[in-house]
T-cell receptor, first 112, second 109 residues
Framework: EAQVTQNPRYLITVTGKKLTVTCSQN?????MSWYRQDPGLGLRQIYYSMNVEVTDKGDVPEGYKVSRKEKRNFPLILESPSPNQTSLYFC???????????FGDGTRLSIL | GQQVMQIPQYQHVQEGEDFTTYCNSSTTLSNIQWYKQRPGGHPVFLIQLVKSGEVKKQKRLTFQFGEAKKNSSLHITATQTTDVGTYFCAGHNFNKFYFGSGTKLNVKP
């Protein structure tokens, strides 16, 4: 079954404690992206990747890092999380060209 | 930076009434996609529009892309309770996606 898998689904942690949210897709998609969703703001793109070792900033990259060492994986790293990064995070992937994005089930992060 | 504005933020309708949500971009878009997110779920792709003035239909849903490729709309005819959710437009330019803030649709049976 074609899917995008995120882990963990829920995480409560404290300010400054490094964390990683994993994202994996099994559709051999080149393009992967991370979004955060906040009430009234829709989804905002954090980072995206066009292919292995090719990443670029989205609209809200501050405080986040990503890497794309393998085509299927695109982890999101928060080196020193802060409370304003409390949010619902979605990973998405799509094929080349004008293709729909496939979203994971989301990760709800709470930074205390 | 580039922005996509979406209105209304909320819409409450009686089952059987029509519903429309509108998106406006500050700049010309390469294409626009529409997604639906059910409560507690993730966005699910509905359709994408690429050409200027394009109109596409999916059963009771009609999607339009403006002539200038800066605005778009989604119209649902005769809403049903299964239409409940939040509808997002997502403008696409230079490998980036710009989502509208979404319109939350509630349908009363």
């Amino acid at each position: 079954e074609a899917q995008v898998t995120q882990n963990p689904r829920y995480l409560i942690t404290v300010t400054g404690k490094k964390l990683t949210v994993t994202c994996s897709q099994n559709m051999n998609h080149e393009y992967m992206s991370w979004y955060r969703q906040d009430p009234g703001l829709g989804l905002r793109q954090i980072y995206y990747s066009m292919n292995v070792e090719v990443t670029d900033k989205g609209d809200v990259p501050e405080g986040y890092k990503v890497s794309r060492k393998e085509k299927r994986n695109f982890p999101l790293i928060l080196e020193s999380p802060s409370p304003n990064q409390t949010s619902l995070y979605f990973c998405a992937s799509r094929g080349t060209g004008i293709q729909p994005q496939h979203f994971g089930d989301g990760t709800r992060l709470s930074i205390l | 930076g580039q922005q996509v504005m979406q209105i209304p933020q909320y819409q409450h309708v009686q089952e059987g009434e029509d519903f429309t949500t509108y998106c406006n971009s500050s700049t010309t878009l390469s294409n626009i996609q529409w997604y639906k997110q059910r409560p507690g779920g993730h966005p699910v792709f509905l359709i994408q529009l690429v050409k200027s003035g394009e109109v596409k239909k999916q059963k009771r849903l009609t999607f339009q892309f403006g002539e200038a490729k800066k605005n778009s709309s989604l119209h649902i005819t005769a809403t049903q309770t299964t239409d409940v959710g939040t509808y997002f437009c997502a403008g696409h330019n230079f490998n980036k996606f710009y989502f509208g803030s979404g319109t939350k649709l509630n349908v009363k049976p």
